[in-house]
């Protein structure tokens, strides 16, 4: 069944957005195409969009058990959720646990470094900048989140972290870091957005040693290491198999 009824407001990568007949709820839609290094890496993998619509929906429903506002509001199809109309704040927020990726290529950190306390890193959300990594200084140069919302942020993407990184060890995954976006809502709320699926989670699969055979995330597709649908499906599968044991 069709549920968008809407206009198309926003097309992302890997998302659309759509408007409903409720000027403060929009409509998310999950597609199947996968981009990486700023999509100049670009490919379709069939069922990607309903395994993250799944994936993030569930971890949603997780956040606002535990007290986190986010933008989820209900699942529509296998593909589509219903949300409420944020201002989105144009940062992208990583918290790493264990050093690997952008972070190992950029300083010389040892690859698999444990990371206590988790690190931070901020980075400006535009495409055509290549989404760069910010400094304290250049937040406050640029203007656009004053003090006391980006201390918030941060507090609650810390909150965040220990809520996965608890619910993933009880599932044998490893979150080894993720991207959060934050808007704000009609009523000036700050709330967690976008997406938390293994498009923008690395996650590692606790019962293998194998550093190749062990991930179960986008860097799959990252390093053209195939599987990537099993892979996701997998980590659903651990989710609505916790599901199932806490009803
Ligand atoms: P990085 O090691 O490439 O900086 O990525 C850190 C985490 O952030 C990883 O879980 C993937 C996620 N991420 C996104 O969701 N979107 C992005 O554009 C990038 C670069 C990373
Ligand atoms: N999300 C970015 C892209 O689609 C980068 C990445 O995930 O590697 O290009």
Known sequence: ??????????????KRIYTTKNPDEVLVEFKNDATAFN?????????KGRLNCLISVALFKLLETSGIKTHFLELQSETLFLAKKITIIPLEVVIRNVATGS????TPIIEGTKLDPPLLDLYY????????????????????????HLQEIEKIAREVNLILVK???????SLVDF???????????????????????RLWDRTKSDPKDRI?????????????????????????GNSRKAT
């Open 1 to 14: 069944m069709n549920h968008i009824q809407g206009d198309l407001i926003y097309e992302g990568k890997a």
């Open 39 to 47: 999509a100049k890496k670009h490919s379709k993998i069939d069922g």
């Open 103 to 106: 972070l190992c290529r950029e």
């Open 125 to 148: 959300k535009d495409d055509e900048l290549g989404d760069p990594i910010l400094t304290e200084a250049r937040i406050k140069l640029l203007d656009f989140i004053d003090d006391l």
């Open 167 to 173: 619910y993933f060890f009880l599932l044998d995954l």
């Open 179 to 201: 991207k959060l976006e934050f808007g704000f809502d009609v009523d000036g709320n700050l709330i967690v957005a976008d997406e938390i699926s293994p498009d923008n989670c």
């Open 216 to 240: 179960l995330d986008k860097d799959r597709f990252r390093q053209d290491l195939g599987g990537v649908i099993d892979a996701y499906g997998e980590i659903l599968k651990r989710i609505q």
